[in-house]
C-alpha cells in the first residue's frame, strides 16, 4: 500500500505565494511520473503540472511562468512552487504519482492525495 500525503495549502492574497508538498510512503520501489491536478468548485479537474522521474516538466498554459514543479527522489516527495497567484487558482489540489511496488513488477500503479485547498482572495 501506498499513502500520499499533501500539506502546504491554505488562504493566501493575490500576488502571494505558496508551496505545496506530496510525500509518498509505503511499498515503493520507484515512482514514474509525479503530477499536481486540481479541481475547482463546479469544474472538472484538470492537470496543473507534471514531472517525469528524469527531471522533464510540462505545465499548463495557465500557470505557466508562474508555478514550478519540482522532486526529490530520496525523499519520494513532490513540490508545488506557486508565485503570483490569481483568485482563479482557487482550487482543491491533489498531488499524482505512478509507483512501481516491486523490480518485477514494470506496470505501475496510480495513486492520488487527499487534496488541499489553496484559496486566492483579498
Known amino acids: 500500500q501506498v499513502q500520499l500525503v499533501e500539506s502546504g495549502g491554505g488562504l493566501v492574497q493575490p500576488g502571494g505565494s505558496l508551496t505545496l508538498s506530496c510525500a509518498a510512503s509505503g511499498t515503493i520501489f520507484s515512482i514514474n511520473a509525479m503530477g499536481w491536478y486540481r479541481q475547482a468548485p463546479g469544474k472538472e479537474r484538470e492537470l496543473v503540472a507534471v514531472i517525469t522521474s528524469g527531471g522533464s516538466t510540462n505545465y499548463a498554459d495557465s500557470v505557466q511562468g508562474r508555478f514550478t514543479i519540482s522532486r526529490d527522489n530520496a525523499k519520494n516527495t513532490v513540490y508545488l512552487q506557486m508565485n503570483s497567484l490569481k483568485p482563479e487558482d482557487t482550487a482543491v489540489y491533489y498531488c499524482?504519482?505512478?509507483?512501481?511496488?516491486?523490480?518485477?513488477?514494470?506496470?505501475?500503479?496510480?495513486?492520488w492525495g487527499q487534496g488541499t485547498q489553496v484559496t486566492v482572495s483579498s
Open positions: 499524482n504519482a505512478e509507483i512501481r511496488h516491486f523490480r518485477l513488477l514494470p506496470t505501475p500503479d496510480d495513486y
